[in-house]
Nanobody
Framework: QVQFVESGGGLVQPGGSRRLSCAAPGFSLDGYAIGWFRQVPGREREGVSCVSSSDRSTVYADSVKGRFTISRDNAKNTVYLEMNSVKPEDTAVYYC?????????????????????WGQGTQVTVSS
């Protein structure tokens, strides 16, 4: 069974940076839009960013636009999320997943039900 593996989380100070990685053992990311999501306890999982397959166009949630950068390296079968100027409200468990219905991201990143192969997530805590 395919399951993505997120890594790179940890404790980061406000204003700092962190790079998250999303690997997909046994599954080729090529041809699929890949999304990053985050969730805090008691709240719904929200879309953070998405990167399309062919033209690598990107979509960002307003809350992270200008601070986060998503990228993909199909040769390494990995997607990255570069987090800069992080804020305490960025604290969450971050997940990646593949949109098996689209090669291009929707403008809203959602809906969640189009995404599969969720990993265990990686915790990012922004605190001084």
């Amino acid at each position: 069974q395919v399951q993505f593996v997120e890594s790179g989380g940890g404790l980061v100070q406000p204003g700092g940076s962190r790079r998250l990685s999303c690997a997909a053992p046994g599954f080729s990311l090529d041809g699929y839009a890949i999304g990053w999501f985050r969730q805090v306890p008691g709240r719904e999982r929200e879309g953070v960013s998405c990167v399309s397959s062919s033209d690598r166009s990107t979509v960002y949630a307003d809350s992270v636009k200008g601070r986060f950068t998503i990228s993909r390296d199909n040769a390494k079968n990995t997607v990255y999320l570069e987090m800069n100027s992080v804020k305490p409200e960025d604290t969450a468990v971050y997940y990646c997943a593949a949109n098996l219905l689209r090669s291009r991201c929707s403008s809203s990143i959602l809906p969640l039900h189009e995404y599969s192969y969720w990993g265990q997530g990686t915790q990012v805590t922004v605190s001084s």
